[in-house]
C-alpha cells in the first residue's frame, strides 16, 4: 500500500493510522525509564529523542505545526522542524512527547505521549500561551454545554441531558488558583470536582467515557497546544469542546498574530481546531484512568498501552503490545 504524492482525497492513508502508535510507544516508553525521579526534563528529553527518532521512520513529509516550542528555544520538535522521510504525504503534526512532565516525574495517574496528524492546514497553528476549554463526551446535542455559558448552567444542562441529578456529574478541573473562581462555582451546583495536577489532554479524553473514568465534563484554563491534541481525539472519538486562546502579553499576541491568529477572542470549536481527516495517538506512560502506563516485566518484556484512532472512519483501537527487544532497532534508519 505504498503511497505517493499527497493524501488521498479521502484523507490520510489510513496505513499511518498503524505506523503511528510506534511513535507513542517509543516515547512512552523512553519517558516511563525516568517515572518517579523527580527529573521532569530528563523524562521530557527522552521522550523528545525518541519520538523523533520514530517519526523520522515513517513515509511522510511532516511539519511540526505543535511541539515543544519555537525553533531558538526548543532543540528539537520545534514548530516548523520537518520530519519523516520526506516521500509520502504532505501532513501537519502536533504533538507532546510527555503530556504531563511533572506528573511522570512524581510517578502519579495520566501522563501521555501524544500525537495527532492532519492533512496540511487543517490543525489551528496554536502559539505556547492558554486556552481556556470545555470538553464533554460523545452522546449529547450540539450545544448542551457552552464556553460561554456560567458553570451552573453548564452543570444543570449537562445533568438533564444526560438524565442524572446535578450532584452525579463530576467536573475535571486542573487544579490552579486561577481556578479558584471556578472550582468554588462548580462546587455550588452540587456537583463533584476531580481536581489534577496536570494533565489535561487526558482529562479531556475522560470525558468520551464517564462509565470508566468517572468524568463528565472538562472544565479551565490550560495550554492551548494541549487543546489543539485533545480536540484532535475527539474529532475521532466523539463528544464536544470549545476553546479560545488567553493571551497576556503583547508579546503573546505577536506571536499568535506571527502563527497566523486573527481573532484573539474566536470560540473554536472541536472541528475548526482539527480539520479533515485526522489521526490520534496516545500511549500511556504512569497508569491512567483510559490506558495503563507501561510496564517493564522482569524478563525483559515491555507492555504498551495505546489508543489510536481516525477521524474519518471514527475508528478507535486499543492497542495492549509486548516489545521485546526494543533497543535492537534504535539505531536502524
Ligand atoms: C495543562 C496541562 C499540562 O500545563 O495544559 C497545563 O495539560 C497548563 O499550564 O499537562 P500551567 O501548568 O501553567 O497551569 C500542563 O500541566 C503541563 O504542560
Ligand atoms: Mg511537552
Ligand atoms: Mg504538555
Not at 126 to 150: E, F, H, N, R, T
Not at 220 to 245: D, K
Request: charged content about 25%.
Amino acid at each position: 500500500m505504498a503511497m505517493t504524492g499527497n493524501a488521498k482525497a479521502a484523507g490520510l492513508d489510513r496505513i499511518l493510522t498503524l505506523e503511528l502508535v510506534r511513535v507513542t510507544e517509543r516515547a512512552a516508553v523512553a519517558a516511563a525509564r525516568w517515572r518517579g525521579r523527580g527529573d521532569e526534563m530528563a523524562a521530557d528529553q527522552a521522550a523528545v529523542d525518541a519520538m523523533r527518532r520514530e517519526l523520522n521512520r515513517l513515509p511522510i513529509e511532516g511539519t511540526v505545526v505543535i511541539g515543544e516550542g519555537e525553533r531558538d528555544e526548543a532543540p528539537m520538535l520545534y514548530i516548523g522542524e520537518k520530519v519523516g522521510k520526506g516521500s509520502g504525504p504532505k501532513v501537519d503534526i502536533a504533538l507532546d512527547p510527555l503530556e504531563g512532565t511533572t506528573i511522570c516525574a512524581k510517578n502519579q495517574p495520566n501522563s501521555l505521549a501524544v500525537i495527532a496528524i492532519a492533512e496540511g492546514g487543517s490543525l489551528l497553528y496554536a502559539p505556547d500561551v492558554y486556552m481556556q476549554k470545555i470538553a464533554i463526551g460523545p452522546g449529547y446535542a450540539k450545544g448542551v454545554v457552552d464556553l460561554d455559558a456560567s458553570p451552573l448552567e453548564n452543570i444543570q444542562a449537562l445533568a438533564a441531558a444526560k438524565g442524572v441529578p446535578v450532584n452525579e456529574i463530576t467536573a475535571c478541573i486542573l487544579d490552579r488558583p486561577r481556578h479558584a473562581k471556578l472550582i468554588e462555582d462548580v462546587r455550588a451546583t452540587g456537583a463533584a470536582l476531580r481536581l489534577i495536577g496536570d494533565g489535561d489532554v487526558a482529562g479531556v479524553i475522560h470525558t468520551t467515557n464517564p462509565d470508566e473514568t468517572g468524568i463528565d465534563i472538562y472544565l479551565g484554563i490550560g495550554g492551548a497546544p494541549e487543546g489543539v491534541l485533545a480536540a484532535a481525539a475527539l474529532r475521532c472519538i466523539g463528544g464536544q469542546m470549545q476553546g479560545r486562546l488567553v493571551t497576556q502579553s503583547d508579546a503573546q499576541r505577536e506571536r499568535a498574530a506571527k502563527m497566523g491568529v486573527k481573532d484573539f477572542d474566536k470560540k473554536f470549536t472541536h472541528d475548526e481546531m482539527a480539520k479533515g481527516d485526522v489521526l490520534f495517538a496516545a500511549t500511556g506512560v504512569t497508569d491512567g484512568n483510559l490506558l495503563s502506563g507501561v510496564r517493564f516485566a522482569r524478563n525483559g518484556e515491555i507492555t504498551t498501552d495505546t489508543v489510536v484512532m481516525r477521524s474519518s472512519s471514527g475508528t478507535v483501537r486499543w492497542i495492549k503490545a509486548t516489545h521485546r527487544d526494543l533497543e535492537k532497532f534504535d539505531n536502524e534508519g
